[in-house]
């Protein structure tokens, strides 16, 4: 995933009603940017702490500036911007990188499936079957370790109890982590957190639920999945 022109970096002052962050450009100049998570942010963000935004160049939008990296308390780098994991995950599988989602005809984004009225992120489909690819885009860290969820995720452990019926049906369903932080070196439940999703998700591996995750290298000029990370 290309930035073209690169992302533009400035200061992170503030991030509030969710969805909004005001920043100070390398010239001085404060304004509000988009921050598009829909999570707590929880430890990948730093107030006065150095942010990288993309401009939309839309002026009918209100916030035509959008909060993509952000530097965390221990200087690691996070992918704030959460629409972008699905874009890199599908990159990803078809330039080869996800060695283990190979050997499928076709991919397809956004399909409706299930008895709760989801969406799945991406089904792949093949001569042997679909593969459901449900993903998640972790930027919670403690020290190495990552966590998903960083808040109460009652659309997360839906997607969970989904994937466990298609397992259990016998069709692949695999839970992928998109992991937009530099320092994160395996991934787990955030049990402390959120317990029914860690409960939902003791199960799902139970019935069959692949769980994958790789980590994204990230920088001003691009973001692209490089490497598996250790699930525990």
Not at 79 to 89: D, I, K, Y
Request: with cysteine.
């Amino acid at each position: 995933m290309k930035f073209t022109p690169p992302l533009q970096k400035a200061t992170l002052l503030r991030r509030y009603k969710r969805f909004l962050a005001d920043v100070e450009s390398t010239e001085g100049e404060v304004f509000t940017v988009h921050c598009p998570n829909t999570g707590s942010m929880r430890n990948c963000w730093v107030e006065g702490g150095a942010c990288w935004y993309s401009d939309s160049a839309n002026l009918k939008r209100k916030y035509c500036h959008t909060l993509e990296l952000a530097t965390t308390p221990d200087g690691a780098l996070a992918g704030v911007n959460t629409g972008r994991a699905n874009a890199l995950v599908e990159e990803a599988i078809l330039s080869g990188v996800v060695t283990e989602l190979q050997g499928y005809a076709s991919l397809r984004r956004e399909v409706r499936y299930g008895e709760e009225n989801s969406r799945i992120d991406l089904l792949l489909s093949g001569t042997d079957g679909d593969c459901y690819v449900e993903v998640k885009n972790v930027t919670l860290a403690e020290g190495r370790l990552g966590y998903f969820p960083d808040a109460v995720s009652t659309r997360g452990a839906k997607h969970l109890r989904e994937l466990q019926k298609l397992a259990e049906a016998g069709v692949r369903a695999v839970l992928f982590y998109c992991v937009q932080h530099s320092g994160i070196e395996s991934v787990q439940a955030a049990r402390d957190i959120d317990p029914a999703y860690a409960e939902a998700l003791d199960v799902a591996l139970a019935a069959g639920v692949q769980v994958l995750a790789y980590r994204a290298q990230l920088s001003a000029e691009r973001i692209e999945l490089s490497e598996p990370l250790t699930f525990l």
